[in-house]
């Protein structure tokens, strides 16, 4: 007979500077490997399943994540595994909320959308303590064309050209519900440039890497090494445009995640 199991939806921050990415990896230093570490040592008797609504890349953050957690003996007070949790838990991750979700719950295919933001700055260096949140490119870029060509990615279009592990399998046409560049108004430390800007990017779901090599893409149009009618035709189905760039990790924050209830 299959055995009962109890699904909860949690919550969850992390700075990913000093992790390899979320999902499990031999011998590296993991999100879900930490998460898993500490649940073990809570509840050394208990089988449990994590399930992540995504995999973030190495070194990306998130201030708004997301995991199922299934077990199979109910959790008794769930303010008291939050609290036990995150005392348990290293400083760069912490649990927000945990609540109760039916079986019929699926934190992948009920994912209604994520909104991600990429961190950046550029024309001088920055101090070293921002490493972990903004993107510094010394080059002067030009903000303005770039602000121009992020409106391009809106809408839907064959991004095949914007992933570096495309399959057969891959659904490379995807939509895009927003996707522009704006002043930074969210992160601030002392230690923050004077002006940082912020690529703001939503959608139902991206591919491995597909942020990142936008946000490469635009880099290269605002140094004068791509031109917008290029950004147009690497969109379209069949396109052999190759892209050079991917914009690091760090400075890319999974914002928001909606789904489905």
């Not at 994520?114 to 550029?122: H, I, Q, T, V």
């Not at 946000?215 to 189905?237: D, F």
Request: with cysteine; net charge positive.
């Amino acid at each position: 007979m299959k055995k009962q199991r109890f699904c909860y939806l949690v919550r969850l921050q992390y700075l990913g500077f000093r992790f390899n990415g979320w999902q499990v990896q031999p011998k590296l230093r993991t999100i879900v490997g930490m998460l898993n570490k500490t649940f073990t040592f809570l509840y050394p008797d208990s089988p449990f399943k994590i399930l992540g609504a995504g995999r973030t890349d190495a070194k990306v953050s998130s201030l708004d994540g997301a995991f199922e957690l299934f077990v199979e003996e109910p959790l008794l007070d769930l303010a008291i595994f939050l609290k036990d949790f995150n005392k348990n838990l290293p400083s760069d991750i912490r649990l927000l909320s945990i609540e109760p979700i039916g079986q019929d719950f699926n934190i992948i295919k009920d994912s209604k959308t994520k909104e991600y933001n990429y961190f950046f700055s550029f024309g001088c260096k920055n101090h070293p303590f921002s490493a972990p949140f903004i993107t510094n490119y010394i080059d002067e870029l030009d903000l303005e064309l770039m602000k121009q060509a992020a409106s391009l990615f809106v809408g839907t279009h064959d991004f095949s050209v914007y992933t570096a592990s495309l399959k057969p399998t891959t659904i490379a046409v995807r939509e895009i519900e927003g996707c522009s560049i704006v002043a930074n108004d969210i992160l601030t430390a002392n230690f923050f440039p004077e002006h940082s800007y912020i690529l703001k990017i939503k959608g139902k779901g991206f591919m491995r890497y597909q942020i990142r090599m936008i946000m490469g893409a635009l880099v290269q149009l605002g140094k004068n090494e791509l031109s917008i009618e290029e950004i147009k035709g690497s969109l379209v189905t069949g396109s052999d445009h190759k892209l050079n760039s991917i914009a690091p990790g760090s400075g890319l924050i999974l914002n928001k995640l909606d789904f489905i209830k």
